[in-house]
């Protein structure tokens, strides 16, 4: 998977919301070992120091935890994972209603034009 960074941003944010979705999305699924801080580095390509950073705010939010010596797991909690996703659905929706209002659609106008998206999809 690629890693795109925003310049105006703190990268060990991004990286923390780029590693919350892969978690939401099941890309490291429930329970299961996550690779290593030199691995995501590497692959983000990123210095491992602002990767720890970012796994460490993991743990902190309860997305992530450390076994000793094995490594860090995805949490077991699937509450977590669904609160999180429920947020994202939220700034997704709230994202899509801004810019239809920017473009001249109402609230309303832009829910019927979700509503024809999807019948004109189903055909």
Do not use: H
């Amino acid at each position: 998977m690629e890693w795109n960074f925003d310049n105006e941003r703190p990268i060990y944010r991004q990286l923390v919301e780029e590693l919350e979705r892969r978690i939401v999305l099941g890309v490291y699924p429930l329970g299961e070992k996550i690779p290593s801080v030199r691995d995501l580095a590497d692959e983000a390509k990123v210095n491992p120091n602002t990767m720890q950073r970012a796994l460490q705010e993991l743990e902190e939010l309860g997305y992530i935890y450390t076994e000793r010596t094995n490594g860090k797991y995805v949490t077991k909690d699937s509450l977590i994972l669904k609160s999180k996703k429920e947020a994202m659905a939220k700034t997704c929706v709230k994202d899509y209603f801004q810019a239809m209002k920017k473009i001249g659609f109402s609230r309303e106008e832009a829910i019927r034009y979700l509503e024809k998206r999807k019948e004109k999809e189903e055909k």
